[in-house]
């Protein structure tokens, strides 16, 4: 059966979202694959998919218990033969669903790393035909990573194991490149596709603030946002319980959720936010869990979280539904002392070996320094968290604090006529750094060897700094207006897009640092 097919067939859907045709392919062809995705792009289709094309089993490794459950639920009520094998399941249950699986009873298996040594399921394993294991969460694999597993670096002693070598695909919501390059060698991908996408959420904007009074601020923009619905995330209960009440206090409609709360409170504040009855949920990092609430407007952390993960996921609970969302960080130099006491004090994961624990408090430090540069940067708050998790950008998203402060929208269309007429006459045959040299009529032996001196656009960009031209130059690239090649030496060349600028005339513009009188960026300067 097709891919469009099964995806109609078995879930109901008509169309796959950015990315997915893609790994889906990738896998079909026997590639390994590793998708970067952010939680709710709809990874599980990236391998449920070709898991049904597949003539074997797929065998899914997933640390998450509930979701194990979950997921085989809704493939079982799709019509799919799946289960699952975690400590959940009694020996008697185990054994049972080992045997159905030996006869052939199911198309998609899910496994908790812990399980996979069990003696009867590895035996199982290798007796049976695999064409592919699943690495869900695989950012479990790296120290690098949030929430370390040891178990996970099992998985590629039972890859080794197998009599014949599946697909392996990975996936995860975070991965920074030195998680990627961990996932990549401790699983053992051999020359994986890599696809790192939908990260960027348009609808939201950032905002940084560093108040002397968080509190403030807080019910500042909260009087300013009468009819809104948001969450405010604490480090701490009792920074919960303070803001809370003092808001309360205030006259706001809020609630409060963290984990020292009954079961019971804890599910009647949950409701009372989920059901608009409560405008404002006051918590700690222990809400929002598998909560999908689409009309959520403003996501204000109170405290600076321990990393970038947390912050973009905690934050992206904004604006579910697409329209316009506020993101804001309220910083102070306190938080970062307060996340460094809770990474060295943390000393009981997993029963880590002491030195194992060392190196992973060791990148927890260094994940702390990247989110308090997130605090501090001048330059696009966007463009920092992409670049973070590894996605193309494109410099200025005009819709952050730091944006909206240092940077201007610009006409370029002039200088981008410019560069692609230059481009054409050199006819596309150079790269970047040469384009920028003819355009500002560089008088250097390699220019004039060439005889680029003679032609048409040679030196009508003199008095334009190199950096704003390379900028634009990138800007035509990821506008798809221009393309490098995949050389060694990567030249430029005119991709279709350039006739709407060459011929029709288009307008372009771009966000660009903010000049003052005497032409310095106050970007830089600030
Ligand atoms: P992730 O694992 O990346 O967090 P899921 O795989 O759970 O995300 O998918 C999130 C939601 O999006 C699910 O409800 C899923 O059914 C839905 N979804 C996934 N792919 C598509 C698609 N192509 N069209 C419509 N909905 C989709
Ligand atoms: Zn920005």
């Given at each position: ?68 459950r ?12 799946a ?9 008697a ?9 030996r ?26 035909d ?27 002693d ?10 392996i ?27 790192i996408?939908?990260?960027?959420r ?23 946002n ?8 604490c ?17 706001f ?15 009647r ?9 409560k405008?404002?949920?006051?918590a ?53 002392i ?22 992973v ?53 002039e ?33 004039l060897?060439?005889?680029l001196d ?29 393309l ?24 372009l ?18």
């Amino acid at each position: 059966m097709l891919k469009n097919q099964i995806l109609k067939q078995y879930f109901g859907y008509d169309t796959f979202r950015e990315g997915q045709a893609e790994m889906i392919d990738s896998i079909l062809n026997g590639r390994d694959v590793l998708g970067i995705m952010p939680t709710g792009a709809g990874k599980s289709l990236c391998f449920q998919v070709p898991a049904l094309v597949f003539s074997g089993i797929t065998l899914v490794v997933s640390p998450l218990i509930s979701l194990m459950r979950d997921q085989v639920q809704a493939l079982v009520a799709n019509g799919i033969p799946a289960a699952f094998i975690n400590s959940t399941l009694s020996s008697a249950q185990t054994a049972k669903a080992i045997d159905n699986a030996r006869n052939n009873k199911y198309k998609i298996i899910y496994a908790a790393p812990e399980r996979l040594d069990l003696p009867e399921f590895l035996e199982f394993l290798q007796r049976s035909d695999i064409s592919m294991v699943t690495v869900d969460e695989a950012h479990c694999v790296s120290q690098w990573g949030q929430n370390f597993r040891p178990s996970y670096l099992k998985i590629r002693d039972v890859i080794e194991k197998l009599p014949k070598r599946p697909v392996i695909s990975a996936f995860t919501a975070t991965a920074t490149s030195e998680v990627k390059e961990d996932i990549i060698r401790l699983l053992s991908l051999s020359e994986p596709g890599v696809l790192i996408t939908g990260f960027n959420r348009e609808n939201l904007s950032f905002e940084v603030k560093k108040p002397a009074d968080k509190y403030r601020t807080v019910i500042t923009y909260l009087k300013e946002n009468p009819d809104k619905s948001g969450i405010i995330y604490c480090s701490t209960r009792k920074t919960v319980e303070e803001v809370c009440s003092r808001l309360i206090g205030d006259g706001f409609n809020a609630t409060r959720y963290h984990a020292g709360l009954t079961e019971e409170e804890r599910t009647r504040n949950q409701d009372d936010f989920l059901y608009d009855r409560k405008a404002v949920m006051v918590a700690t990092n222990a809400f929002g869990m598998g909560i999908d609430k689409s009309n959520v407007a403003f996501v204000i952390h109170y405290n600076m979280p321990k990393n970038l993960e947390s912050y973009y996921q905690e934050a992206g609970r904004a604006g579910r539904d697409g329209t316009p969302a506020e993101c804001i960080l309220l910083y102070g130099g306190q938080d970062v002392i307060t996340n460094q006491l809770l990474i060295d004090s943390a000393n009981d994961r997993d029963e880590m070996e002491p030195k194992m624990l060392e190196l992973v408090k060791e990148k927890e430090r260094e994940r702390l320094k990247k989110m308090t540069y997130y605090c501090h940067t001048s330059d696009c708050l966007r463009e920092y968290i992409l670049k973070y998790f590894g996605e193309r950008t494109v410099g200025f998203c005009g819709n952050c604090s730091n944006c909206n402060d240092n940077f201007e929208k610009t006409d370029i269309t002039e200088q981008a006529q410019m560069i692609l007429s230059c481009i054409a006459r050199l006819k596309e045959r150079f790269g970047i750094k040469m384009v920028i040299d003819t355009l500002r009529g560089s008088k250097s032996e390699k220019v004039l060897k060439l005889g680029l001196d003679k032609i048409k656009t040679y030196g009508i960009m003199s008095g334009v700094p190199e950096k704003r031209i390379r900028d634009i130059i990138h800007y035509l690239v990821l506008q798809e207006y221009l393309l490098l090649t995949n050389s060694e030496f990567p030249v430029v060349k005119l991709a279709a897009r350039s006739k709407e600028v060459l011929q029709d005339n288009a307008k372009l513009s771009m966000k660009m640092p903010r000049e003052n009188e005497a032409g310095n960026s106050l970007a830089k300067a600030a």
